[in-house]
C-alpha cells in the first residue's frame, strides 16, 4: 500500500502517511489505465459480471467467448437470477407463449407504478374520496392520464392473465413436471381478480359503491346463516359500506394483495426458470419433457436479443397505452356515492358477472358458494388429476372439447349476469333512466343551458320541440316508453317540463302516465312516476321524488 504525506502551507508536510489504492494504482498504471481500470471494476460489479468490453461485444450482438459471461448476471445478480440465461428457439417466436405471462408482469409492474403517482392525491375517506378523484382529473398534472392507463391497465391484466391460463390449458403445459407452476398461476388469477374488484371501490362513485355492494353481498350465501352474515360484515366493515369498507378496500387493493402478489410472482418466476418454458406440444415425444435441456445449436441467449426484445415491448406497449387514453379511452367518474339511491342494472365487475349469472339461477348457497369454490378447487388440482402424459392436441380431444364448453358456458353464464337477462324493470323507470341515469351524467344534465328552453313537451311530439337538443331528448325518452310492458299496460305516455325555478336555475320534471286493467278487466288511469331535478348552469344538482296520481 503506498503511503503519500499530506501537504500542508506553507511547504510543511503531515507526519501522517495516507492510504490510498487510487493513487497507488495511478502511480503504477499511469491516469488513464487506472481510471479505465476503475471503471470496468464498476462496470463488472454493476452488472454483475460483465466488463466494459462484454457490453460493447453484446450491444454488437457479437458470439460470446467462452466461458460466457453473459449467464453471470443470472446467478449473481438480483433482478436477472428469476430470468432463464437462454431459451429454445421453439419459444423464442409468438407461438406457443403468446408473450401473455411476460404481459401479465408488465401490467403488474405498470400498475404499481401508476398506483404509486395517484396514491399521492388520494386520501381513501367517503368526505374527500371522491373531491380527490376530481382534483386529480382537473388540478393534478397528468393526473387525468394517470388515472386512465391505471383503469385501462387494471382491465387489461386480468383479461391478460385469464388468457395465460387459457392457454396454459390448451397446450397442456400444466402437465408433469410443472403442476406446481399451474397452482401459483390460479392463485395469481384469483388475486388479480380480487385485486382489482376491490380497486373498484376507491373512486366513490355511484358504479364503484354499488358494484362492490352487490360482490360483497355475495359473502352472505356462506352458510351457516352466523358465518355468512359475519363474513359479509367484515368485507363491508359495517352494516352499509362506508369509511371502514373503503379503507379496507384501499389496504387490500394497495398493501396486501400486492404484496401477497409479488411473493407469489417470485415463486412462479422460479418455476418457470427450473422447468424451462414449455415446448410446443408437437415438438416433444409423448411423456417427455425436454424445455429444460436446450442443445447448443437451439439456444437463444437472454442478452442481448430477449433483453432488447422486451425492452422494446415496454416501450411499445407503453407508448399505446398512452395514446389511447389520450385519445381513445377515459376511466368512467359517475355520481357521487349514494347509499339511498340506487341506480338501475348495476352490475359485478365483468370477470365476475358469471358469478352474477349463477346467482340468477336458483340458492344462493349452491350457486353462490359451492359452485364457485367448487370450480376453484378443480382448478387447483387439476394437473394432479387430468395425468395423461400427451399433451398433444390430438390426443387431448376430451380434455379440450370441456376447456371449450366450459368457455362457452363462462361466457353464457357472464351474459345472465347483465342486466339484459331476468330482470324485469318496468318501463317508465326505464325510460327515465335514459334521460337521466343515476351512473353517469346523462343527456338532460350534459345539455346546454340555452337549449333547454321553458315549457311542457310531450314525449311523442318531439319532432315539434323548439330545439335540436329537446329533439334529441323527448326522441330518447319516446322510445323509452315504447318497450313491452310485463305488467301489461298500454298507452304509455311521457311528458317533460321545464320551468324557470329561480334566477339561474331550472328545474325539469319527467312524468309518465298509463293505462291499467282493474280487477274487473276495465281499463283505468295508472299511477304516474315524477322526477325533477334542477339544472344549473354553472353546477348540475340533482334531486329525485316519486309521486302517486
Known amino acids: 500500500m503506498a503511503r503519500f504525506p499530506i501537504k500542508l502551507p506553507f511547504g510543511l508536510q503531515s507526519p501522517i502517511p495516507v492510504h490510498s489504492p487510487i493513487l497507488e494504482d495511478i502511480q503504477k498504471k499511469g491516469l488513464r489505465k487506472a481510471l479505465w481500470d476503475t471503471a470496468d471494476d464498476f462496470m463488472t460489479r454493476f452488472t454483475a459480471g460483465l466488463s466494459i468490453a462484454d457490453v460493447r461485444s453484446l450491444l454488437r450482438d457479437d458470439a460470446p467467448r467462452r466461458p460466457n459471461p453473459r449467464l453471470k448476471p443470472h446467478a449473481d445478480g438480483f433482478w436477472l437470477h ?62 387525468r392520464l394517470m388515472r386512465d392507463m391505471h383503469k385501462l391497465g387494471g382491465e387489461a391484466m386480468c383479461a391478460v392473465v385469464l388468457l395465460h391460463m387459457v392457454r396454459t390449458f390448451l397446450t397442456g403445459s400444466y402437465k408433469k413436471p410443472r403442476q406446481f407452476t399451474w397452482l401459483t398461476g390460479v392463485i395469481l388469477l384469483a388475486l388479480t381478480l380480487f385485486v382489482s374488484f376491490f380497486g373498484y371501490l376507491l373512486p366513490w362513485d355511484q358504479l364503484s359503491l354499488w358494484a362492490v355492494t352487490i360482490g360483497a353481498s355475495m359473502a352472505e350465501a356462506f352458510p351457516p346463516e352466523v358465518v355468512g352474515r359475519n363474513l359479509n360484515l367484515l368485507v363491508r366493515g359495517a352494516p352499509e359500506i362506508g369509511a371502514n369498507g373503503l379503507l379496507r378496500a384501499y389496504l387490500i387493493h394497495v398493501v396486501l394483495f400486492p404484496f401477497i402478489m409479488l411473493i407469489v410472482i417470485g415463486v412462479h418466476y422460479y418455476k418457470v426458470v427450473i422447468h424451462g418454458h414449455s415446448l410446443p406440444p408437437e415438438a416433444e415425444k409423448v411423456g417427455e419433457d425436454t424445455a429444460s435441456k436446450i442443445p447448443m445449436e437451439s439456444r437463444v441467449y437472454f442478452m442481448p436479443k430477449i433483453l432488447t426484445r422486451e425492452l422494446f415491448y415496454v416501450t411499445g406497449l407503453t407508448a399505446l397505452l398512452i395514446v389511447a387514453c389520450m385519445y381513445l379511452y377515459h376511466a368512467p367518474l359517475e355520481p357521487h356515492a349514494e347509499s339511498l339511491v340506487t341506480p338501475l342494472h348495476i352490475t359485478a365487475p365483468w370477470y365476475f358477472l358469471f358469478l352474477q349469472g349463477m346467482l340468477k339461477l336458483g340458492d344462493k348457497v349452491l350457486w353462490g358458494v359451492i359452485a364457485p369454490g367448487a370450480i376453484t378447487n378443480l382448478l387447483l388440482v387439476l394437473p394432479y388429476i387430468e395425468v395423461g402424459p400427451s399433451r398433444r392436441y390430438g390426443d387431448r380431444r376430451i380434455g379440450l372439447s370441456i376447456g371449450a364448453a366450459s368457455i362457452a358456458l363462462a361466457a353464457i353464464l357472464s351474459f345472465m349476469g347483465t342486466p339484459w337477462y331476468g330482470v324485469e324493470t318496468p318501463v317508465e323507470q326505464e325510460a327515465i333512466a335514459d334521460v337521466i341515469p343515476q351512473t353517469e351524467p346523462g343527456p338532460i344534465r350534459t345539455a346546454p343551458w340555452g337549449e333547454l328552453t321553458f315549457g311542457q313537451y310531450r314525449a311523442a311530439d318531439w319532432a315539434g320541440a323548439p330545439t335540436p337538443t329537446l329533439q334529441r331528448i323527448l326522441h330518447e325518452f319516446e322510445e323509452g316508453l315504447g318497450r313491452p310492458d310485463v305488467q301489461g299496460r298500454a298507452n304509455f305516455e311521457g311528458f317533460l317540463t321545464i320551468e324557470d325555478w329561480q334566477p339561474g336555475l331550472k328545474r325539469v320534471t319527467l312524468r309518465v302516465t298509463w293505462l291499467a286493467k282493474d280487477p274487473q278487466g276495465d281499463w283505468v288511469p295508472g299511477e304516474y312516476s315524477e322526477f325533477a331535478f334542477v339544472h344549473q348552469e354553472a353546477l348540475h344538482k340533482v334531486t329525485t321524488r316519486a309521486a302517486g296520481p
Do not use: H, Q
Not at 84 to 107: C, E, I, K, Q, S
Not at 123 to 129: K, Y
Open 82 to 143: 428469476m430470468k432463464p440465461t437462454y431459451y429454445n428457439t421453439l419459444v423464442d417466436g409468438l407461438y406457443p407463449t403468446f408473450r401473455l405471462g411476460w404481459l401479465a408482469t408488465f401490467f403488474f409492474a405498470f400498475e404499481v407504478v401508476t398506483g404509486i403517482y395517484l396514491m399521492i392525491y388520494y386520501t381513501p375517506s367517503p368526505e374527500i374520496a371522491y373531491e380527490n378523484m376530481l382534483a386529480i382529473l382537473s388540478n393534478v398534472p397528468f393526473g
